[in-house]
């Protein structure tokens, strides 16, 4: 007897791309046919990875922290967005579907509820963050269930079932757990990555902060970092100036392998890099992005630095001064950066297959 179709919804950035693409993964291991659906930022190598999964793309927009003329455009795109999905779900009937939060959500997972009852899938979301997204907020009252990244997530509605399964990470990513942590010696490899949104002020604060280090931990340092186009050329020749050897790109494809060589991390504080970090064992600087609309991030950082295993600059504090000045102080204490290693508490390798579980508990009962 064939499987029932499951629908993922995920946004084209990577922080939902790759949670996504993990479960999907998962579903298809158990011969359960998946239908993909994101939106417009999504990338044609994004999709290809996809080339065996029903693949719709969908029109939306976000209007948190938007002007008005912005909140009517992307409202009316949001509208467009659940007349495509409801007719899209109506030819390809599911019986579950799977929400990653963010506005790609909205218009699926709302075209879902307009179904009849008799039609209508079963509707889960996850939540990747330490505090529930504005999407998933107004998603979570006709929501079945929430899986949740944490096991305190702040703004569930408390009538809405929750279950902890984690973040689903890339297997290549997974496959680090558990990880040894060696603290630096002679070489010291950091790691930048800037996310999809905030790359360009790790471009601006971090090559000068690395080259106002002294000449003795300059020697050690061994960089890769995440670059915008744009600035390649302007960080290369900060690095070179500093005689700082760096790699640098605008976008990074070998991540598992740069987490298990790095002895620190720099970068913003999204689920799934919070997610990696706790997988691979690596203390990180942690920035948080400051303009979500529910400061997801500051709430990411905020659970790794009380457990330890991070520490946190504010955006409006990220400096030069500021990160050379906590930078010398964990470089030159290399005893601080093994112990942050190892205080990760929030690591749920096995994310993608209790996710997986969750559903199917869902679509037999």
Excluded: C
Excluded at 72 to 99: C, D, H, M, T, Y
Excluded at 282 to 301: G, S, T
């Amino acid at each position: 007897m064939s499987k029932p179709k499951i629908a993922i919804v995920a946004g084209g950035t990577g922080g939902h791309f790759f949670p996504a693409k993990a479960l999907a993964m998962q579903l298809r291991e158990r011969n359960y046919p998946v239908v993909f659906m994101t939106d417009k930022r999504i990338e044609d190598p994004q999709l290809a990875e996809w080339n065996e999964v029903q693949q719709f793309v969908i029109d939306g927009g976000g209007i948190a922290k938007k002007s008005v003329v912005q909140k009517l455009s992307n409202g009316f795109e949001l509208l467009k967005g659940i007349a495509q999905s409801r007719k899209i779900l109506q030819n390809n009937p599911v019986a579950a579907i799977i929400g990653f939060g963010g506005y790609p959500s909205i218009p699926p997972l709302t075209a879902a509820r307009l179904l009849s009852k008799k039609r209508r899938p079963q509707i889960i979301l996850h939540e990747g963050n330490a505090i529930i997204g504005k999407a998933n907020a107004m998603l979570s009252h006709f929501a079945t269930i929430i899986a949740t990244s944490y096991p305190e997530v702040s703004g569930i509605p408390k009538h809405i079932p929750i279950k902890t399964t984690g973040l689903p990470v890339r297997p290549d990513i997974t496959a680090l757990y558990p990880s040894s942590y060696q603290a630096p010696t002679d070489t010291i490899s950091l790691l930048i990555w800037g996310g999809s949104l905030g790359a360009k002020i790790f471009g601006e604060i971090v090559p000068y902060a690395l080259a106002n280090l002294p000449i003795e931990i300059k020697q050690k340092l061994r960089i890769t970092q995440q670059v915008r186009k744009e600035d390649l050329s302007h960080v290369a020749q900060i690095y070179e100036k500093a005689n700082i050897q760096a790699t640098l790109a605008p976008f990074l494809t070998n991540v598992s392998s740069l987490l298990k060589q790095a002895h620190l991390v720099i970068g913003r504080a999204g689920g799934s890099s919070v997610s990696e970090l706790s997988l691979s064992g690596r203390p990180a600087i942690l920035v948080p992005y400051p303009f979500a609309a529910n400061q997801e991030q500051h709430y990411n950082a905020k659970a790794l630095a009380q457990e330890g295993s991070a520490w946190i600059i504010d955006q409006k504090d990220f400096s030069v001064t500021a990160l050379t000045s906590l930078l010398s102080n964990l470089l030159n204490n290399p005893d601080k950066l093994s112990k942050a290693a190892q205080s990760h508490q929030l690591v749920y390798p096995n994310a993608a297959k209790e996710l997986a579980d969750l559903i199917e508990s869902y679509i037999t009962i």
